[in-house]
């Protein structure tokens, strides 16, 4: 399983806080917001991952990242030139994908939950994460049959549900294919909700709910949101890390110097 963290786009929604950084790159609570979907992945247990971003931050994500190996992984970069997508994003990777699975997770993302087992077990078809919100407009939206999801619809103004599909996928290896045959939308971008109905339409998918906290990050609400999900992870040591030679029972995220 490769590991991909998708973390283009302007940011114009946190505008002017985006008009000298990425958005990723924000403070959330004590550390810059692109490592909590980093050590989701790292958590999972993967262990090469490729970040794509903007051209003209691809300089700060390395110097703040680096290689990987301070965290015990191989950090590659990838260069999105335009905002084109989620899927799109995800569409350059597939030569770092290299024929295996992945799992993708918006860098704006911030989750409690433990992904562990889930990715160990993942063989093929897509697996989605939900969570149940007050505002399900803003996201992808399920909509079921019974306890089936039969449809996702895009920022729906009247939702099917009140779950969102939160920004973490597994996909097998046939996303590149599905992704090369997309139409770009109105809005000139390949749609990630256009490669999930794909899969509800021709594959088999498995839906998981979340149990614990989650938030994105892409408006103001959300980012302070996102500092007090993140505080309260933080101190109460919820959430485990795993860095390079020790253990989950060894370190919390609270404990690693991301200096």
């Not at 295996?100 to 989750?111: F, H, M, R, T, W």
């Not at 999930?196 to 408006?219: I, K, P, Q």
């Not at 959300?222 to 933080?234: C, D, G, M, P």
Request: hydrophobic share 40%.
């Amino acid at each position: 399983m490769k590991g991909i963290i998708c973390a283009g786009g302007s940011g114009s929604r946190l505008s002017p806080l985006t008009d000298v950084t990425n958005k990723h790159l924000l403070p959330v609570y004590n550390k810059p917001m692109i490592f909590y979907p980093l050590f989701t992945l790292i958590n999972a247990g993967i262990t090469e991952i490729m970040i794509v971003c903007s051209k003209e931050h691809t300089g700060p994500f390395q110097k703040l990242l680096g290689s990987g190996r301070k965290y015990g992984v191989n950090i590659s970069f990838k260069v999105q030139d335009e905002s084109g997508g989620i899927a799109e994003a995800l569409g350059l990777c597939e030569n770092f994908a290299a024929g295996d699975n992945v799992a993708v997770i918006l860098g704006d993302n911030i989750y409690e939950d433990d992904f562990t087992i889930v990715v160990s077990k993942f063989k093929k078809g897509a697996t989605f994460f939900l969570k149940k919100v007050p505002d399900p407009q803003r996201f992808g939206v399920p909509v079921f049959d019974n306890d089936k999801i039969v449809d996702i619809e895009e920022k729906p103004t009247v939702p099917k549900s009140d779950y969102a599909i939160t920004g973490f996928y597994i996909y097998d290896n046939s996303v590149f294919d599905i992704i090369k045959g997309l139409n770009y939308s109105a809005r000139n971008e390949l749609e990630i909700t256009d490669v999930n109905n794909f899969y509800v339409t021709n594959a088999s998918v498995d839906a998981h709910f979340l149990s614990g906290e989650w938030t994105d990050a892409g408006t103001f609400e959300s980012l302070y949101h996102a500092s007090t999900i993140a505080r309260q992870i933080s101190i109460s040591g919820n959430i485990e890390r795993k860095q390079a030679g020790i253990s989950r029972e060894q370190i919390s995220i609270t404990e690693i110097d991301f200096a």
